[in-house]
């Protein structure tokens, strides 16, 4: 199943076949997050590898020694191991495993010791282990009480068997006790100060992810009052500036019939800057619409060649002010399913953004049903070009990045981003090619059967 791991860097095969043969013994839920799904993998092993180690030596015993009592417990203390996995998987929980694992380490690493009748005997290796294994599924507690038990019995142990014979073995044994007694401490503190840092990580993650949400919650917020308030201001610097270009084309009508040159010229300013100002409230107020989901695709056949005869008639003007050529392309029959509006809407930002840019050149406009299910438009030109680290940008609020200045006071800055914004509503992409110098191409990309269904956005106004 798919979990953070699939983010870990690639490791060798043969460690990625263990591991997943392991993950199949671990239910799904302990897999999801790190830290259980590495305490559950570790019971697997753990209790697996000292399963299998215990079973080959006991084997062995066997052969040699008589198959008494303390064989068949020993054998059942292997199959112990052997069921903790079994354990995990019916309980859903490592920790409660890992406390089997915990309390048969405890109880039984003494008891073995014991029953081999002189000391030292091997299983005394096994005892700095015991306290890490316990404070690793059980935390530092019951890590604490598996060292004074262990520690503990290391010297009674010491105290009550009879001593290995080897003398020189014998002459090395109060060293080999207190390295014994110690070494479940050592353990012991590794393991504390593992589990510690663990849990301040933890806490200091879920502080964190606490500070996140509730910043999320206000960028919200400041998100949703601002997009509210640029709604109302545009709507209402929107009536007195519409009196402002109807006055002034009053004026400039007036001026025209009194062949008052210089007024004529005054109010040619004022009527331009006006409706500069209308072009920047508009374009704010469909921004701030997109990005509340405040707009609806009407969606209909929209027939395209009309379409593109409609945005060519409206911007060959400007592109005649610039002395370039506008020359059209597209398929006699294609269609789309989309909002006309909108789409042409899109067409006229980049037609006009193409005359602007360019200065005695050619633009293109070129339609194209691509696979059957798409229609590409390509508007081509042939102007100044957008520089490489300019062309990641061109598609933020208010990044102009032409260096004519004329062209940007001309400009708002707001036509990409609400194309952008607007051919993803409809289920499409837009991307940008350039070269400085010799022109730029803008490719949109429409889905021809209209937006997938839950990408059409419905919205209060
Ligand atoms: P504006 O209203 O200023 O044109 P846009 O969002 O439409 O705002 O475009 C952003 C910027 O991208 C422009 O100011 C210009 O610098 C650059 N740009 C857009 N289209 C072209 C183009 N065809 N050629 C060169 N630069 C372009």
Redesign the pocket.
Known sequence: MPHDDDREAPRPALVGGLLEAVDRLIPDELLLDTDSRLRSRVLVLSSVGIGTLGLLGHLVRGYTLPLDGNFWAGLGLIATFFLLPVVQRTTRSARIAGGVLSAVLIISLPLLHANFGRFPAPVLLFFPVAPAVVTFFNGARLGLLATVVLSTSTIVLAKLLPLATSEAFAASTPTFTSFAAVSPLICFLLAAVYDRNRQRNDQDLSRINRELVAARTLAEEADRRKTEFLRHMSHELRTPLNAILGYSELLREEATDREDAALLGDLDHIHSASEHLLRLIN?LLDISRIEADAIELELEDVELPALVDEVAALLRPLADAGGNALRVDLDANATIRGDRQRLKQILV??V???C???KDGTIELLVAVEGGDQVSFR?R?T????APK?LER??E?F????A?RD??E??????????RKLVELAGGSID?E?TVGR??T?VIRLPRGGPPPDDVVTGSS
């Open positions: 374009n930002n980049l006009a953004n193409a602007k840019f360019t508007v030109d102007g100044v070009g957008i300019d061109i598609f609020p990044a102009q990045v032409s004519d062209a940007r001309k400009g708002t800055g707001l036509g990409l981003a609400i194309t940008a350039s022109g730029t803008f």
